[in-house]
T-cell receptor, first 115, second 110 residues
Framework: GAGVSQSPSNKVTEKGKDVELRCDPI?????LYWYRQSLGQGLEFLIY????????KSGLPSDRFSAERTGGSVSTLTIQRTQQEDSAVYLC?????????????FGEGSRLTVL | GQNIDQPTEMTATEGAIVQINCTYQ??????LFWYQQHAGEAPTFLSY????GLEEKGRFSSFLSRSKGYSYLLLKELQMKDSASYLC???????????FGKGTKLSVIP
């Protein structure tokens, strides 16, 4: 497709289980971001990938969170031993880095509910 | 780091004009973005300012003053579909990591 694709769109899990969220960015986009948005809150930066450079992991809230990006394209965000406070919408965005606008294109998000 | 402040909520009448303010503090300036986010949907890009002044794009305009660390989004001829959250965002110095404000929830009433 033409846009950023995320899956699953909804995930309900039990506390303590691991979850994987997938992001398929726009083809050719070198930059990929993960953000988290809790109900009624702003976007919280988690991690940023740019080409083959080392990712900026400064926003990951704990060592239970990790992300990888294989082949410079698809990215997976993994949350281990989920907690109720991890419940949020996880948004992925990609950017082409053409020119200097830095416009981000967001996916529809993965809504995670931890019971 | 970056610090962004914008009002939490605003209400305006259909057909009117509304101004949504954003103040920011950043260690290095690389432009300022505005995004629109309808409830339950992904944010979408509205504007990008890197120089001082007003950028007009149809009913929406965005203003920037770098010396004051201040921006506003101006929405004219408000329509009901403009009810959404409006997010101000600035990149970090030396990188393209975007830090978002908490957003301003705009409600347009008849």
């Amino acid at each position: 497709g033409a846009g950023v694709s995320q899956s699953p769109s909804n995930k309900v899990t039990e506390k303590g289980k691991d979850v994987e969220l997938r992001c398929d960015p726009i083809s050719g986009h070198t930059a990929l971001y993960w953000y988290r948005q809790s109900l009624g809150q702003g976007l919280e930066f988690l991690i940023y990938f740019q080409g083959n450079s080392a990712p900026d992991k400064s926003g990951l809230p704990s060592d239970r969170f990790s992300a990888e990006r294989t082949g410079g394209s698809v990215s997976t965000l993994t949350i281990q031993r989920t907690q109720q406070e991890d419940s949020a919408v996880y948004l992925c965005a990609s950017a082409a880095r053409r020119g200097n606008t830095g416009e981000l294109f967001f996916g529809e998000g993965s809504r995670l509910t931890v019971l | 780091g970056q610090n962004i402040d914008q009002p939490t909520e605003m209400t305006a009448t259909e057909g009117a004009i509304v101004q949504i303010n954003c103040t920011y503090q950043t260690s290095g300036f690389n432009g300022l973005f505005w995004y629109q986010q309808h409830a339950g949907e992904a944010p979408t890009f509205l504007s990008y300012n890197v120089l001082d002044g007003l950028e007009e794009k149809g009913r929406f305009s965005s203003f920037l003053s770098r010396s004051k660390g201040y921006s506003y989004l101006l929405l004219k001829e408000l329509q009901m579909k403009d009810s959404a959250s409006y997010l101000c965002a600035v990149p970090g110095a030396g990188s393209y990591q975007l830090t978002f404000g908490k957003g301003t929830k705009l409600s347009v009433i008849p």
